[in-house]
Nanobody, 119 residues
């Protein structure tokens, strides 16, 4: 009953920028912490950034280049990615801790969006 859908991925040259979006829909009572993860080919999924009601946190590899933000009215989270590097190439996933209208809290994942950075 709850879905996360990412968008905004694509192909960009090194040094370029992309903005990822993720929207949550369904039987939502509230959205708690929202996160971005990524998974490069042959590697494990890794944490990128998180945002809750009052704070943000980033992986060291993206600190100073990526910015996570959210629009609570739209049930959306964003990831602004600047100064992109080839090593940022990965499938990017949105994750959120969502309390449904039945008051149960579950962690949901989106289906992922591909980001490819060419050198």
């Amino acid at each position: 009953q709850v879905q996360l859908v990412e968008s905004g991925g694509g192909l960009v040259q090194a040094g370029g920028a992309l903005r990822l979006s993720c929207v949550a829909s369904g039987s939502i009572f509230s959205i708690n912490t929202m996160r971005w993860y990524r998974q490069a080919p042959g590697k494990m999924r890794e944490f990128v950034a998180t945002i809750d009601s009052g704070s943000t946190n980033y992986a060291d590899s993206v600190k100073g280049r990526f910015t996570i933000s959210r629009d609570n009215a739209k049930n959306m989270v964003y990831l602004q990615m600047n100064s992109l590097k080839p090593e940022d190439t990965a499938v990017y996933y949105c994750q959120a801790d969502i309390t449904s209208t039945t008051r149960s809290t579950t962690t949901y994942w989106g289906q992922g969006t591909q980001v490819t950075v060419s050198s």
